[in-house]
């Protein structure tokens, strides 16, 4: 997908089926896509009903720090978007939301361990969970990246989770498989102690999956 109006329009469709799921509750998710030398993103407070494309906000990967373009102005969480994007080249998109089993884990300052081998398509062995900072502020961004260094997604703690992905629908697919990995986790804690996968088990996982990159950190 290379076409802008294209990209604006795709971000608001995976915004609204993302509610639609029960990925994400309201305008508390956001939703933030490369172009080119651009990030487009959800603008701020608006419901996704009631977004059209125009209402994207545009802001420059390298240029001048901060600084947007738009009718309305770009989500309040636009710092972690934008370092993710700077620090991660390959990251295309990124998916934020404040789904019930991701948050709830996230109160207890919980990450999620090897439950199942499908945390192998987040890079590693485990989905780490970041300290808490206020919501976009610098310190929040800080402990997003520390958080995602060689994953895919990281829980971000009493707020939500982040997925990012090489694109909208990798990152929307990984934002719903990492909601599923809590809610499996989450329950098997109300049966007993978790039985977890070994490092190597994860990793031939990976290897099956044809995941590249798996375990690094930076």
């Given at each position: 997908?290379?076409?802008?109006?294209?990209?604006?329009?795709?971000?608001?469709?995976?915004?609204?089926?993302?509610?639609?799921?029960?990925?994400?509750?309201?305008t508390?998710?956001?939703?933030?896509?490369?172009?080119?030398?651009?990030?487009?993103?959800?603008p701020?407070?608006?419901?996704?009903?009631?977004?059209?494309?125009?209402?994207?906000?545009?802001?420059?990967?390298?240029?001048?720090?901060?600084?947007?373009?738009?009718?309305?102005?770009?989500?309040?969480?636009?710092?972690?978007?934008?370092?993710?994007?700077?620090?991660?080249?390959?990251?295309?998109?990124?998916?934020?939301?404040?789904?019930?089993?991701?948050?709830?884990?996230?109160?207890?300052?919980?990450?999620?361990?090897?439950?199942?081998?499908?945390?192998?398509h987040?890079?590693?062995?485990?989905?780490?969970?970041?300290?808490?900072?206020?919501?976009?502020?610098?310190?929040?961004?800080?402990?997003?990246?520390?958080?995602i260094?060689?994953?895919?997604?990281?829980?971000?703690?009493?707020?939500?989770?982040?997925?990012?992905g090489?694109?909208?629908?990798?990152?929307?697919?990984?934002?719903?498989?990492?909601?599923?990995?809590?809610?499996?986790?989450?329950?098997?804690?109300?049966?007993?102690?978790?039985?977890l996968?070994?490092?190597?088990e994860?990793r031939?996982?990976?290897e099956?999956?044809?995941?590249?990159?798996?375990?690094?950190?930076?």
């Amino acid at each position: 997908m290379t076409d802008e109006t294209e990209i604006r329009a795709a971000i608001i469709a995976q915004c609204r089926a993302m509610n639609a799921s029960g990925l994400n509750q309201g305008t508390s998710g956001n939703i933030s896509a490369r172009h080119g030398e651009i990030m487009l993103i959800t603008p701020s407070a608006i419901p996704y009903d009631a977004m059209t494309p125009d209402m994207i906000a545009s802001m420059p990967i390298e240029g001048e720090y901060g600084a947007w373009e738009g009718p309305k102005k770009p989500s309040s969480e636009w710092r972690f978007h934008l370092d993710i994007l700077r620090a991660r080249p390959e990251v295309g998109a990124i998916v934020h939301t404040h789904s019930t089993y991701c948050t709830s884990l996230s109160i207890a300052r919980m990450g999620i361990p090897a439950v199942h081998y499908m945390i192998a398509h987040f890079g590693g062995p485990d989905i780490r969970c970041a300290d808490y900072a206020l919501y976009g502020s610098a310190e929040l961004s800080a402990q997003v990246l520390k958080a995602i260094e060689g994953r895919n997604g990281c829980l971000l703690a009493n707020h939500g989770m982040i997925a990012a992905g090489k694109n909208l629908a990798q990152a929307m697919w990984l934002a719903v498989e990492l909601e599923t990995l809590a809610r499996q986790y989450w329950h098997a804690l109300q049966i007993g102690k978790p039985v977890l996968l070994s490092d190597r088990e994860v990793r031939e996982a990976a290897e099956k999956f044809g995941v590249t990159g798996y375990g690094l950190e930076g």
